[in-house]
C-alpha cells in the first residue's frame, strides 16, 4: 500500500526568505509519480510541481524545486524567496499505475511579513 | 477562473434532506473524480469516472450517489447524511492514461455542513 507523510503540520518563513517542505513516501510501484499541491484560503488546489519517479533531474517551476531523494522516498519543496501569496496549505501526493493518488495530510505555509 | 465549477459552494442540510452537489469542467478531459476533505486528513478519494464509467469507488456509503450523464459533468447526490459526513467536497477533472500521473485539476469545492 502506498503511503505519504508531511511530518510538519505547520512552517512558517519570512518573506523573501527559502523555505523547505518536508514529504516522504511509500510505494511498491516502480513507475510513480509525486506531485506538490497548493490550496490558498480560497480552497482551490492546485498544481505547485510535478516529479516523474524515472527521472533522475529533480523537477524546478520558477521559485518552487524539489529535492527528490528516491532511495530514501524523500521528496521536499523548496521555496525560494517566499512571497505573500506563497501562504497556503501544501500537500504532497503520490501516483501509480491507477487512479489513485496517496495524500499527505498536509502543511500549513505562513510568511512573515 | 477556474476551468471547474462546482455549484452550491455552500450548503447546509439536514439529516433527512436530499441535496446535490454539480461539478462542470470546461478543460476537454475524460476523467472526473470526487473527493472528500476533512480537517487535518488526507483528502479521500470517493469516486473516478473515466469515459463516464465509474471506475473506483473507495468503499463509501450508499447515501452518496454519484451521476456522471457526459464528460463535462459530475454530480454527487446525498441524501440521509451524517453529521460527520460534514466536509470540504472536492470535483476535479483530468485526461486519463491509466495512471495517476497526469495532472488534476479542482474546482473550489462545495463546503458541506449537515446539521
Known amino acids: 500500500a502506498q503511503t505519504v507523510t508531511q511530518s510538519q503540520p505547520e512552517m512558517s518563513v519570512q518573506e523573501a526568505e527559502t523555505v523547505t517542505l518536508s514529504c516522504t513516501y511509500d510505494?511498491?510501484?516502480?513507475?510513480?509519480?509525486l506531485f506538490w499541491y497548493k490550496q490558498p484560503p480560497s480552497r482551490q488546489m492546485i498544481l505547485v510541481i510535478r516529479?516523474?519517479?524515472?527521472k533522475q533531474q529533480n523537477a524546478t517551476e520558477n521559485r518552487f524545486s524539489v529535492n527528490f531523494q528516491k532511495a530514501a522516498k524523500s521528496f521536499s519543496l523548496k521555496i525560494s524567496d517566499s512571497q505573500l501569496g506563497d501562504a497556503a496549505m501544501y500537500f504532497c501526493?503520490?501516483?501509480?499505475?491507477?487512479?489513485?493518488?496517496?495524500w499527505g495530510a498536509g502543511t500549513k505555509l505562513i510568511i512573515k511579513p | 477562473e477556474t476551468g471547474v465549477t462546482q455549484t452550491p459552494r455552500h450548503l447546509v442540510m439536514g439529516m433527512t434532506n436530499k441535496k446535490s452537489l454539480k461539478c462542470e469542467q470546461h478543460?476537454?478531459?475524460?476523467?472526473m473524480y470526487w473527493y472528500k476533505q476533512s480537517a487535518k486528513k488526507p483528502l479521500e478519494l470517493m469516486f473516478v469516472?473515466?469515459?463516464?464509467?465509474?471506475?473506483e469507488n473507495n468503499s463509501v456509503p450508499s447515501r452518496f450517489s454519484p451521476e456522471c450523464p457526459n464528460s463535462s459533468h459530475l454530480f454527487l447526490h446525498l441524501h440521509t447524511l451524517q453529521p460527520e459526513d460534514s466536509a470540504l467536497y472536492l470535483c476535479?477533472?483530468?485526461?486519463?492514461?491509466?495512471?495517476?500521473?497526469?495532472?488534476?485539476?479542482f474546482g473550489e469545492g462545495s463546503w458541506l455542513t449537515v446539521v
Open positions: 476535479a477533472s483530468s485526461q486519463v492514461t491509466g495512471h495517476s500521473g497526469n495532472t488534476i485539476y
Open positions: 478543460l476537454g478531459h475524460n476523467a
Open positions: 469516472y473515466s469515459l463516464e464509467e465509474r471506475v
Open positions: 510505494t511498491s510501484e516502480s513507475d510513480y509519480y
Open positions: 516529479q516523474e519517479a524515472y
Open positions: 501526493a503520490c501516483g501509480g499505475s491507477n487512479y489513485q493518488l496517496i
